[in-house]
Nanobody
Framework: QKQLVESGGGLAQPGGSLRLSCAASGFVFSDYSMGWARQVPGKNLEWLSGIRSDGSDTYYADSVKGRFTITRDNAKNTVYLQMNSLKPEDTATYYC?????????????????WGQGTQVTVSS
């Protein structure tokens, strides 16, 4: 059974940091790219970041570039999103996603596997 489990969300102050984790199971993690997206109620899913299967290449949306860092540990079947310099507009539910290829392509996400998300709230 393929599964993604996000964790690490919570309340952070503006300018603060959080580190999200996504534990994957049920597929060969090291064969696939992984990504992170977020969603605010009533708004479309926003793709934030992606990482190649071997971690050698990354992608960032302009909204998070320079503040967020995606990494992965293939030995632990886990992908991370380090979020620094958080802003109130970063408040959302964050989801990790499995790509269909080794290279991250936002339009080629495996939507058959989707986690429950983790809530991030940035507020003073």
């Amino acid at each position: 059974q393929k599964q993604l489990v996000e964790s690490g969300g919570g309340l952070a102050q503006p300018g603060g940091s959080l580190r999200l984790s996504c534990a994957a199971s049920g597929f060969v993690f090291s064969d696939y790219s992984m990504g992170w997206a977020r969603q605010v109620p009533g708004k479309n899913l926003e793709w934030l970041s992606g990482i190649r299967s071997d971690g050698s290449d990354t992608y960032y949306a302009d909204s998070v570039k320079g503040r967020f860092t995606i990494t992965r540990d293939n030995a632990k079947n886990t992908v991370y999103l380090q979020m620094n310099s958080l802003k109130p507009e970063d408040t959302a539910t964050y989801y990790c996603a499995k790509g269909k290829r080794a290279i991250w392509v936002t339009e080629q996400v495996d939507f058959t596997i989707w986690g429950q998300g983790t809530q991030v709230t940035v507020s003073s």
